[in-house]
């Protein structure tokens, strides 16, 4: 009688996976900046630099005390130049120091950890990668430029109000605070576009601190002593951002010869800010270019 042997059980059989699923480009940049967000707001640094803006900002109201005549109104050029963090003494907005940590860090956190391919294969492709922090770090230095302003406006109203002091013409101030905005988020872009272009944290940081406090300074001088430059130097980046936050005409008569030399820049506030906002878009995508040409063995 012959046994029947035991029959093989049968492979498992794997379940299918799912098909893909095509992403529009609107939708795949969409989830990018969702990403980008997320990737700040996870972070709690992020929540503590916003934090420490904030109490500074609401501090500004203060410094107006250092300097307060009662008998006599702060213009809306000055109450301007203190809610934007003083740009005209220290040349560039003081919040700027602040964001440079905001601005350096979603690029060179990726380029250099090595975290970049997973990025790009993430949000599908170097470009939307890009494109998404750009956007996302401009609303975010924005809004916080934004919020700064309006708890600047808040405290130094309130310190005028108790003091007995009279308050500026409140709708003289709109308008530089709305460029002041605008320069903030512009910032972002600058920092982003440098770290893509260096690979690096450390040199952007050095040039960004150094170039609009000294080097541009010192080359505007030397292209003054060139024959048919003279006056070129108020056409650099940050000549023409500091007359963008700064409208000299706007300040008294007697005050205008300091704060123009301040400011080093004769252009006017609307062509400066046009000025500036080519220079962000030139080197922002000069930073695109570098960001998607990126070995991803070494980004």
Same mark, same amino acid.
């Given at each position: 009688?012959?046994?029947?042997? !035991?029959?093989?059980?049968?492979?498992?059989?794997?379940?299918?996976?799912?098909?893909?699923?095509?992403?529009?480009?609107?939708?795949?940049?969409?989830?990018?900046?969702?990403?980008?967000?997320?990737?700040?707001?996870?972070?709690?640094?992020?929540?503590?630099?916003?934090?420490?803006?904030?109490?500074?900002?609401?501090?500004?109201?203060?410094?107006?005390?250092?300097?307060?005549?009662?008998?006599?109104?702060?213009? !809306?050029?000055?109450?301007?130049?203190?809610?934007?963090?003083? !740009?005209?003494?220290?040349?560039?907005?003081?919040?700027?120091?602040?964001?440079?940590?905001?601005?350096? /860090?979603?690029?060179?956190?990726?380029?250099?950890?090595? /975290?970049?391919?997973?990025?790009?294969?993430?949000?599908?492709?170097?470009?939307?990668?890009?494109?998404?922090?750009?956007?996302?770090?401009?609303?975010?230095?924005?809004?916080?430029?934004?919020?700064?302003?309006?708890?600047?406006?808040?405290?130094?109203?309130?310190?005028?109000?108790?003091?007995?002091?009279?308050?500026?013409?409140?709708?003289?101030?709109?308008?530089?605070?709305?460029?002041?905005?605008?320069?903030?988020?512009?910032?972002? $872009?600058?920092?982003?576009? $440098?770290?893509?272009?260096?690979?690096?944290?450390?040199?952007?940081?050095?040039?960004?601190?150094?170039?609009? $406090?000294?080097?541009?300074?010192?080359?505007?001088?030397?292209?003054?002593?060139?024959?048919?430059?003279?006056?070129?130097?108020?056409?650099?980046?940050?000549?023409?951002?500091?007359?963008?936050?700064?409208?000299?005409?706007?300040?008294?008569?007697?005050?205008?010869?300091?704060?123009?030399?301040?400011? /080093?820049?004769?252009?006017?506030?609307?062509?400066?800010?046009?000025?500036?906002? $080519?220079?962000?878009?030139?080197?922002?995508?000069? /930073?695109?270019?570098?960001?998607?040409?990126?070995?991803?063995?070494?980004?």
């Amino acid at each position: 009688m012959r046994s029947s042997a !035991p029959a093989a059980p049968e492979a498992a059989v794997p379940p299918a996976l799912p098909a893909p699923v095509a992403v529009s480009p609107a939708e795949a940049f969409r989830r990018a900046c969702r990403y980008e967000w997320r990737h700040l707001a996870g972070l709690g640094s992020t929540w503590i630099l916003l934090g420490v803006v904030a109490v500074l900002s609401l501090l500004t109201g203060v410094t107006l005390l250092l300097d307060l005549d009662k008998d006599r109104p702060v213009t !809306p050029a000055t109450m301007a130049d203190v809610i934007a963090w003083t !740009p005209l003494a220290t040349q560039v907005p003081a919040l700027c120091f602040f964001l440079l940590v905001l601005g350096t /860090g979603p690029v060179s956190t990726e380029l250099v950890r090595g /975290g970049a391919r997973t990025t790009w294969l993430a949000v599908n492709g170097r470009f939307t990668a890009y494109t998404a922090k750009c956007l996302v770090g401009f609303l975010l230095a924005a809004s916080t430029a934004a919020t700064s302003a309006l708890l600047g406006a808040l405290s130094s109203a309130t310190v005028l109000a108790v003091k007995g002091a009279p308050q500026p013409e409140w709708g003289g101030v709109l308008v530089p605070a709305l460029r002041f905005t605008l320069w903030m988020g512009c910032w972002t $872009l600058l920092c982003l576009a $440098l770290v893509s272009l260096v690979r690096s944290r450390i040199i952007p940081v050095l040039i960004l601190c150094m170039w609009p $406090l000294i080097v541009e300074r010192l080359a505007g001088g030397a292209l003054g002593y060139v024959p048919g430059l003279d006056g070129v130097g108020g056409w650099m980046p940050f000549a023409a951002g500091r007359a963008m936050l700064t409208d000299v005409s706007a300040y008294p008569p007697d005050d205008r010869p300091f704060a123009q030399a301040l400011v /080093g820049s004769h252009l006017s506030s609307g062509t400066a800010t046009l000025v500036f906002c $080519l220079y962000t878009a030139a080197i922002a995508a000069a /930073g695109c270019w570098a960001y998607c040409r990126r070995d991803a063995k070494t980004g």
